[in-house]
């Protein structure tokens, strides 16, 4: 159990650019979570996978962003048309079938920087 | 207001101190409480959780619901210069979302 591995750890993009971040949660663990934090603030909810299924969108996810999980393992959260107000860390979480969302476990987050 | 709220400190004790972290919820659906600690450059790492109001204990943690005033707490006994980090409370669930709603999170130093 090597725990939720997230790539890449920082990611520096101009405005406008696309960017793409991958999750690889704990084996076994069907559910899987993105959450965006900013500097002195918590982790918000992003949205939520049960295996490949997307079943909760947050209003924060807004049309630029896409979030993947095509064979219920590893996750891909991209951003396009990238604006200075998506700099932030993105965390991906992910829980065993046999929890509820409390018992989370987060990767390290990418951290993007919007110039 | 907001639904969680937490003083973001700074905290700053001395080693040995007994720290107590705070904060406060307006949701009453919320059924369960975390305490997740926040290295930094990491990603949160659960502490605690709990369903009822009450007390529970794991080592020198315990945490604290009461349900009735809408308030969870952190005490950390014989604090080290180890539990310097972020503490973030968090709770959920909201009417079967799987999101959790957590507060600022509070930098508690511990100085040697």
């Known amino acids: 159990d090597t725990g939720v591995s997230q790539n890449p750890r920082h990611k520096i993009t101009k405005r406008g650019q696309n960017v793409t971040f991958r999750c690889d949660p704990i084996?076994?663990?069907?559910?899987l979570y993105w959450y965006r934090q900013t500097l002195g603030q918590g982790p918000e909810f992003l949205t939520y996978?049960?295996?490949?299924?997307?079943?909760?969108k947050s209003r924060l996810l807004s049309d630029r962003f896409s979030a993947e999980r095509p064979k219920g393992s590893f996750s891909t959260l991209e951003i396009q048309r990238t604006e200075q107000g998506d700099s932030a860390m993105y965390l991906c979480?992910?829980?065993?079938?046999?929890?509820?969302?409390?018992?989370?476990?987060f990767g390290s987050g990418t951290q993007l920087s919007v110039l | 207001q907001k639904e969680v709220e937490q003083d973001p400190g700074p905290l700053s004790v001395p080693e040995g101190a007994i720290v107590s972290l705070n904060c406060t919820y307006s949701?009453?659906?919320?059924?369960?409480f975390m305490w997740y600690r926040q290295y930094s450059r990491k990603g949160p790492e659960l502490l605690m959780y709990?369903?009822?109001?009450g007390n529970k204990e794991d080592g020198r943690f315990t945490a604290q619901v009461d349900k009735s005033s809408k308030y969870i707490s952190l005490f950390i006994r014989d604090s080290q210069p180890s539990d310097s980090a972020t503490y973030l409370c968090?709770?959920?669930?909201?009417?079967?979302?799987?999101?959790?709603?957590f507060g600022k999170g509070t930098k508690l130093t511990v100085n040697p």
């Open positions: 709990t369903y009822s109001s």
């Open positions: 084996s076994e663990h069907n559910r």
């Open positions: 968090a709770m959920g669930p909201q009417g079967g979302s799987e999101k959790l709603v």
């Open positions: 979480a992910s829980s065993p079938q046999t929890s509820t969302n409390e018992k989370l476990f």
């Open positions: 949701n009453s659906a919320f059924q369960y």
């Open positions: 996978f049960q295996n490949e299924a997307q079943l909760e």
